[in-house]
């Protein structure tokens, strides 16, 4: 059976809305790629502005929902920076987020390019003194 998906253009938020009627594990947004080669489809995430600079931030993804009192809140978030915006020395970074106990969201993983060719950095982040490693998965 058709399930009713509503898209809806939001001029104070400057984008678009994909809303489901309250089915579960919907809506489902899917780039579907039918070609016979080994290369699957692209969500492009385009910064095209016209000063570009070190530390821009070019594309976030939040994870959100509300809290026991109905109030929203991020719980995660990935967040993909320039962290080298010089031509021929360009280098990204991409960092993951989550809410820590009072939903304050606080990176936890870095990774970002290193200073040469071939050479990524992970970076770990440590509130305080306090690193949590659980080797089960």
């Known amino acids: 059976a058709d399930k009713e998906v509503k898209l809806v253009h939001s001029d104070s938020l400057g984008g678009l809305t994909l809303t489901n009627n309250g089915e579960t594990a919907t809506p489902v947004f ?10 699957g489809a692209t969500l ?15 594309g976030n993804i939040d994870f959100t929902s ?16 320039i962290d080298d915006a010089s031509s021929g020395a360009e ?3 991409l960092d993951f987020y989550v809410a820590e106990f009072d939903g304050t969201l606080t990176k936890g993983l870095q990774v ?8 990524i950095e992970m970076l770990r982040s440590l509130v305080g003194s306090e690193m949590c490693i659980r080797d089960r998965l």
């Open 30 to 39: 899917e780039l579907k790629n039918t070609n016979a080669d080994a290369t």
């Open 44 to 58: 492009k995430f385009n910064k095209d502005g016209a000063s570009v600079a070190d530390g821009d931030v070019v």
């Open 66 to 81: 509300e809290d026991d009192a109905d109030n929203e809140q991020v719980y995660a978030r990935i967040n993909a920076t």
């Open 91 to 93: 280098q990204g970074g």
């Open 112 to 119: 970002q390019g290193g200073s040469s060719n071939g050479v």
